[in-house]
């Protein structure tokens, strides 16, 4: 009965849509029916409302669903979707300001002379646009007001030139900043969280371990990692665009003409060129760059653009008049001091020292005063003129609203779909289906794909994604990251304005469309560009550092970059590594060889000791590498015999637990069953089903190949020396290092511990001669200094059996200047051979560390060297299949 209602839910949800309500109604409106008519057939057929239900019931359903709605509206964790109505309200300002006008226009006649050039302005205008209205609707409707016309009058091929506006229009999509990016971060940051538990399950199941290693966990997306991801991606689809375009000029020039400026190239133009482009690349500069360069959050940078928008809108719409630019000189004469101020002055209030910080931070306050008015200002403007402002804070709290109740909506049915089970059917059809990961990826792209011809991307990442996401995310064969899971999508969504019958492009650009522009023409037109973007589609699929690149990139120079000891870097850390000393042995060698000669005989025995270890510790890394790389050997050499006989016993393993789960419901219904009357040939049914189940478990069991268990030893024996062998490297390479950097911060402390001696010395007279509270105070002060200092303890555990002596019940001075006495004498010595090893070894040590620093000593670094943050950005970027270790 399940099955029934979801297809009574899908069935529901489409006529409703097929009729004309609209989505954020029909989508709640069929998941509120199928729930109650279930509940109904429940209570009327088998005497409780949960009959029907696979998982929970409608009581369960209702609490999702508020929990839904405070997840969206309350949760401060949650803020991801603050960025909505920041980047639609500098969209539709943006549009308002008739940014797009001027750009269509300048870039017409730039590009006008080359083949195919007004195609191709239309698509470096597009793509303008995408990065800062991002709206399909409005773009679409300028171009097709404005380029259209001219494109028609020099003979362009009526089906290009549509094809042309309708698919430029749609790279507001996925170039950033995107609504469509934001929902698509909001609901794959679900899914990853389920498809993270679901994996911890299976590891857990497949090895009998608790807790799964951090890198084999899921790594989750955000906001401003989807729009990093898709930065390349729209930028490929940009390249094929002009390419076509171009192409289709060269072979039939009739039909793409170039058309002559009728003015010339001078200087004026070039002004006038700069002029129109500068602004809009300014705000993309300011949004996409303050979330790469991390300094502002995706929320941070909807703040930017939306003040940027006012700011450009101000001047625009005064366009000719006296003034018309004062505010943006003022906001942009502000920015620049503050940033000279940054880079000049500590303006954190909080560490105020000086009279200099005082007046850096006035000069802040004042310039941040500027740029408010300047904003206030501009504001002002866009209020009283045609009352631009308002009408833009409505169409945004519009549009907003609708994304909102079309999210909650999507959640509703979402849980509906679960309740009936409708996610486990999904991921048996997908785990069915020959091929693996690869297969069901293809299939859920075809749906979306289908899809597109009928649903808005809004529908479909909200409602699609959350059931196919989990799935897709969880198989360890292929190891995706959700930010490529996410821009594929997103890519593959672009295509629904396009496709008939509902592509809205399409329904937005016959509206502006002349009658000569005949609907089948464009709906030809735009034929070559749906290719093209099953092109880009295709090739953003197999080259996944095109999505990864930029966010790993952003992450790893970030001030919150992970150390490089951090276990999920460790791999592509020790394959750069491996690399550099194959280049760099025998100078690594040789800076050992010289670090062994340092005379170190006066240090400390144990000091000594360990520093002349980490020499033969550096030596033996080598020797370390040499054995990694041989277990690694050994893996990969038996991985391609083992590969094909684990995924054969992991689709059993997955057949057996589905029948399992299937038991369990029979069993489940077996006793409800009881408690009714005239249920015996019902329940034997059920019991004959079990039997049956129980009989193709058997059959399953037996079906695993012959000699599976002595090559699951054998793998797993393997992977478990190589697992050694690296930890064995990374403990000698820590050993090899730990020591040289403990001594040299010893040494950089040198004159700091030295600038104590007088307050330890005068401890044993203090104790002597002061009162009881005054000595204690003094140890205090005196612990307190040296805690800031390394390698103290020996000496502070003095003061403190001092300190504990004088705080005793019955005091006892004698032991207290005793052990102050023993702290004195320690520190002493300690400053003496301090003292010496700072003037005889920091430039030797400096010298070596540096020579291993970056290598040997990698893992002990707060942070990359830059030099290898690309390396690393692009050794995480490909996805690595993990499946043998389940």
């Not at 109650?36 to 057939?41: E, T």
């Not at 602004?279 to 360069?293: D, E, T």
């Not at 197999?542 to 276990?567: C, D, G, R």
Request: charged share 20%; proline share 5%; aromatic share 8%.
């Amino acid at each position: 009965m399940e099955v029934f209602f979801i297809a009574l839910l899908i069935l529901l949800m489409a006529g409703a849509l097929a009729m004309g309500y609209p989505v954020a109604f029909a989508l709640p409106g069929s998941a509120i029916l199928t729930i109650a008519i279930a509940s109904l057939f429940g209570w009327l057929f088998a005497g409780d409302v949960d009959s029907y239900f696979a998982q929970d019931g409608p009581i369960q359903w209702l609490t999702a669903g508020v929990t839904n709605f405070r997840g969206i509206y309350w949760e401060v964790e949650r803020d991801t979707l603050i960025a909505i109505p920041l980047f639609v309200f500098m969209g539709i300002m943006l549009q308002r300001s008739k940014i797009a006008e001027d750009l269509l226009v300048t870039m017409a006649q730039l590009f006008g002379p080359v083949p195919g050039g007004l195609g191709i302005s239309v698509v470096i205008v597009g793509a303008l646009l995408a990065a800062t209205t991002g709206i399909v609707g409005a773009t679409v409707v300028a171009m097709g007001l404005i380029s259209l016309p001219a494109m028609l009058r020099n003979n362009y091929s009526h089906q290009l030139a549509t094809g042309t506006i309708a698919a430029s229009g749609t790279l507001g999509q996925i170039i950033p900043p995107s609504i469509v990016l934001i929902i698509l971060a909001d609901q794959l940051s679900s899914a990853s969280d389920q498809a993270s538990t679901a994996r911890k399950a299976e590891y857990k199941e497949a090895t009998g371990e608790f807790n799964m290693p951090g890198e084999f966990d899921i790594t989750s997306t955000s906001a401003g990692d989807m729009f990093l991801g898709a930065f390349l991606p729209g930028l490929v689809l940009v390249g094929l665009y002009v390419a076509y375009i171009l192409v289709f000029a060269l072979i039939r020039p009739k039909s793409a003409p170039a058309v002559r400026r009728e003015g010339a190239f001078d200087a004026q133009f070039m002004f006038r060129v700069f002029l129109v482009l500068i602004p809009p690349l300014a705000l993309i500069l300011a949004v996409l760059g303050s979330i790469i360069m991390g300094i502002a959050t995706v929320n941070q940078a909807g703040a930017i653009g939306a003040a940027g928008a006012i700011i450009m809108a101000g001047y625009r719409l005064l366009e000719g008049k006296r003034g018309a630019f004062i505010p943006a000189i003022m906001a942009i004469a502000a920015v620049v001091v503050i940033f000279i101020l940054l880079g000049s002055f500590d303006l954190n209030v909080k560490s105020i020292d000086d009279g200099n910080d005082v007046l850096g931070i006035t000069l802040a306050v004042i310039a941040v005063i500027v740029f408010l008015v300047a904003v206030i200002w501009s504001g002002w403007r866009v209020h009283k003129i045609d009352d631009t402002l308002r009408s833009v804070m409505i169409e945004t709290a519009k549009t907003t609203s609708m994304v909102f109740i079309i999210l909650l909506g999507a959640a509703m049915l979402t849980a509906a779909f679960r309740a009936f089970g409708g996610e486990e059917l999904v991921k048996d059809f997908l785990g069915g289906l020959p091929g693996g990961f690869w297969t069901q990826f293809v299939v859920v792209m075809a749906v979306i794909f289908v899809l597109g011809f009928f649903l808005d991307f809004i529908e479909i990442a909200v409602v699609v994604v959350p059931i196919v996401a989990p799935i897709l995310l969880e198989d360890p064969s292929a190891n995706i990251t959700a930010v490529w899971l996410g821009v594929m999508i997103g890519v593959n969504m672009q295509t629904s304005f396009l496709t008939p019958p509902f592509g809205f492009a399409l329904f937005y650009l016959r509206g502006v469309a002349p009658p000569v522009v005949k609907t089948t023409s464009m709906y030809k037109g735009v034929i070559a560009f749906i290719s093209l973007q099953l092109l880009g589609l295709v090739i953003v699929g197999f080259f996944p550092p095109l999505v990864n690149f930029l966010p790993n990139q952003s992450f790893l120079s970030a001030e919150t970059a992970p150390p490089p000891k951090n276990p999920r870097l460790q791999a592509c850390i020790e394959e750069n590594v491996f690399a550099f000393y194959d280049e760099n042995r025998q100078d690594l060698i040789t800076a050992i060889e010289q670090g062994k000669r340092i005379e170190i005989g006066f240090l400390p025995e144990k000091r000594a000791n360990e520093i002349s270890g980490s020499f033969d510790k550096a030596l033996a890394t080598f020797q370390a590498v040499e054995d990694v790389r041989e277990a690694e050997q050994a893996v990969n050499a038996f991985a391609p015999q083992y590969r094909p006989i684990h995924r054969q016993v992991r689709k059993i393993t997955f057949d057996l637990r589905d029948h399992e789960e299937e038991i369990e419901e029979l069993e489940d219904a077996i006793r409800s069953l009881r408690r009714a009357e005239n249920s015996a040939d019902e329940i034997a049914e059920i019991e004959a089903e079990i039997a049956e189940l129980e009989a193709e478990m058997e059959a399953l069991t037996a079906s695993k190949p012959d000699g599976w268990e002595d090559a699951r030893k054998r793998y797993r024996g393997l992977a478990s020396a190589e697992k050694r062998a690296r930890l064995a490297y990374r403990r000698t390479v820590d050993q090899a290092y730990e020591p040289i950097m403990e001594i040299q911060q010893i040494l950089s402390q040198a004159d700091a511990f030295a600038e104590v001696e007088e307050q330890i010395v005068q401890l044993p007279q203090v104790i002597e001669t002061g009162s009881n509270e005054d000595a204690i105070e003094s140890i205090r002060q005196a612990e307190s200094v040296l805690s800031a200092l390394p390698d103290t303890s020996a000496i502070r555990s003095d003061l403190t059996q001092a300190r504990r002596a004088l705080t005793a019940r019955t005091p006892d001075p004698e032991k207290a200047v005793e052990d102050a006495q023993k702290a004195v004498e320690t520190y002493q010595t300690e400053l003496a051979w301090r003292t010496r090893a700072a003037a005889e070894l920091s430039s030797d040590l400096a010298a070596y560390d540096n020579a291993i620093a970056e290598s040997i000593g990698l893992r002990q670094q707060d942070r990359l060297p830059s030099r290898m943050i690309g390396d690393m950005a692009s050794c995480l970027a490909v996805h690595r299949d993990i499946s043998l270790n389940f």
